[in-house]
């Protein structure tokens, strides 16, 4: 039996994207594994939103070189976003000739043609497509759990952030039709999923390009009527498209999770502005403090970038100042990487490193403790938690999400896997909680 192993770098979205490449190489007879070494088939699904991922891919292909000459009948391919780009992609077809399959994001569906083609001829074959085709069945996927799924409802993005490289590579923003999001939700929940994660580039602008609109409300007020299905996420949202409606849909939809993630990016309205962003840091505290008010208990998380060009001290004091406010639950921080062919990356007053790093490090500094501080004020409240798995250090050790999407361990048996379980809080980390099944 041939086997394969799927290395995914960046978001959910490629995530949930090698899922559906799982399917087609299932479907051709290949078995997962988790050893490289074992493989027969090596796919790297990559990510170019930074210049970090885009480096780990390079010197992974640099290493593979090695196994492909130990082993010739080895098929080494490349997928995803920095393959929708031409610089990346002609340095790697380029330079690394041992790769044998190249294939962008809009190509997933084509695979069987790919493997085809591949296998008709033994030679190299490079499929790139431009446009995204919505034809395609979004229910053959090799799921990575049996109790939590993604569901695609758009691909794309219109926003052209400054800094973001994303619309370049996963092209305009294009919604699914609700009727096969609700159809695949609907699947899920037959097949015992509880809980289900709507992704896009931007979930807030669902539905402006469908022939028949719906809004991002609507469709979770649909979803929310699926029988079995416990819990409803979403992400990323855009805060210039975060409407009252949603706002409104999330205080009443008992499904919707209560956590929202919400980018901000900086806390100065300067950058915001050179950022691209379309709001300003009162916006983006008025959206905080009508969700805490719709929603009790909220858990906000958030994306921030330091060190974007220009960024003065005092800028980055206004991002401190905003994280104070805000409270975030929970959040990515992020060192500005210039990304090729961004209007950021053209941009004069590129921040030196060292004040970059220092910045970086007393922002999260301050969001670590903000976080230990709220995580502490959990201690004896009772938590609902989706059992994921085992502690990777400990097997009786439980590990699972709230609702507000916490990271909680306790003691248990693996039979709890993929049960919703209710869990008194004992302890608490920044990042974690800890607890027992009441
Ligand atoms: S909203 Fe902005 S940051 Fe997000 S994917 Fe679109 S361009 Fe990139």
């Known amino acids: 039996m041939k086997k394969y192993i799927i290395q995914t770098y960046g978001c959910q979205m490629n995530e949930h994207d090698s899922e559906k490449i799982s399917y087609t190489l299932e479907g051709a007879g290949y078995t997962y594994t988790d050893h490289l070494e074992e493989a027969d088939f090596i796919l790297l699904n990559t990510c170019i939103v930074r210049e970090n991922a885009e480096h780990k891919v390079l010197g992974q292909l640099g290493a593979l070189k090695h196994l492909k000459q130990k082993k010739p009948d080895l098929i080494i391919a490349v997928s995803g976003c920095m393959m929708q780009t031409g610089k990346a992609r002609d340095i790697i077809r380029d330079k690394y000739r041992h790769v044998d399959i190249i294939f962008g994001t809009k190509n997933i569906d084509d695979l069987p043609y790919i493997l085809n083609e591949y296998f008709q001829t033994g030679e190299p074959v490079l499929a790139i497509e431009e446009e995204m085709d919505l034809g395609e069945d979004e229910t053959h996927v090799i799921r990575g759990s049996k109790h939590k799924a993604y569901i695609s409802i758009a691909y794309g993005c219109d926003n052209y952030c400054s800094y973001c490289i994303v619309p370049y590579a996963r092209g305009r923003e294009i919604s699914r039709e609700p009727g096969r999001i609700i159809e695949e939700a609907r699947i899920l929940a037959e097949e015992g999923y509880k809980e289900i994660t709507l992704l896009g580039q931007n979930v807030n602008s669902y539905g402006k390009t469908l022939r028949y609109p719906i809004r991002f409300p609507e469709l979770l007020e649909e979803l929310n009527k699926i029988d079995g299905l416990?819990?409803?996420?979403?992400?990323?949202?855009?805060?210039?498209?975060?409407?009252?409606?949603?706002?409104?849909?999330?205080?009443?939809?008992?499904?919707?999770?209560?956590?929202?993630?919400?980018?901000v990016?900086?806390?100065?309205?300067?950058?915001?502005?050179?950022?691209?962003?379309?709001y300003t840091r009162d916006q983006y505290m008025e959206l905080v403090r009508k969700l805490r008010e719709?929603?009790?208990?909220?858990?906000?998380?958030?994306?921030?970038?330091?060190?974007?060009?220009g960024e003065?001290?005092?800028?980055?004091?206004?991002?401190?100042?905003?994280?104070?406010?805000?409270?975030?639950?929970?959040?990515?921080?992020?060192?500005?990487?210039?990304?090729?062919?961004t209007p950021a990356?053209?941009?004069?007053?590129?921040?030196?490193?060292?004040?970059?790093?220092?910045?970086?490090?007393?922002?999260?500094?301050?969001?670590?403790?903000?976080?230990?501080?709220?995580?502490?004020?959990?201690?004896?409240?009772?938590?609902?938690?989706?059992?994921?798995?085992?502690?990777?250090?400990?097997?009786?050790?439980?590990?699972?999400?709230?609702?507000?999407?916490?990271?909680?361990?306790?003691?248990?048996?693996?039979?709890?896997?993929?049960?919703?379980?209710?869990?008194?809080?004992?302890?608490?980390?920044?990042?974690?909680?800890?607890?027992e099944q009441v």
Do not use: W
């Open 230 to 263: 416990s819990r409803i996420r979403f992400m990323t949202s855009h805060p210039k498209d975060l409407s009252d409606e949603l706002i409104d849909a999330m205080g009443r939809l008992d499904h919707v999770c209560e956590h929202f993630h919400l980018p």
């Open 312 to 341: 003065t001290e005092a800028d980055f004091l206004q991002t401190l100042d905003l994280v104070k406010q805000a409270e975030f639950d929970a959040g990515f921080t992020f060192i500005y990487s210039p990304r090729p062919g």
């Open 265 to 278: 990016q900086s806390g100065s309205d300067a950058i915001l502005k050179r950022m691209n962003r379309k």
């Open 294 to 309: 719709a929603v009790p208990g909220i858990a906000l998380s958030t994306d921030i970038i330091v060190g974007f060009p």
């Open 345 to 435: 990356a053209r941009m004069e007053e590129q921040v030196p490193k060292e004040i970059v790093s220092d910045r970086f490090q007393r922002l999260v500094d301050e969001m670590y403790a903000i976080y230990l501080r709220k995580n502490r004020a959990r201690i004896g409240t009772t938590m609902e938690v989706l059992v994921d798995g085992t502690s990777k250090t400990d097997t009786a050790v439980l590990t699972g999400r709230t609702r507000t999407h916490h990271l909680v361990h306790f003691p248990g048996e693996p039979t709890m896997i993929g049960q919703l379980v209710d869990v008194r809080i004992t302890g608490a980390t920044s990042f974690t909680l800890e607890g």
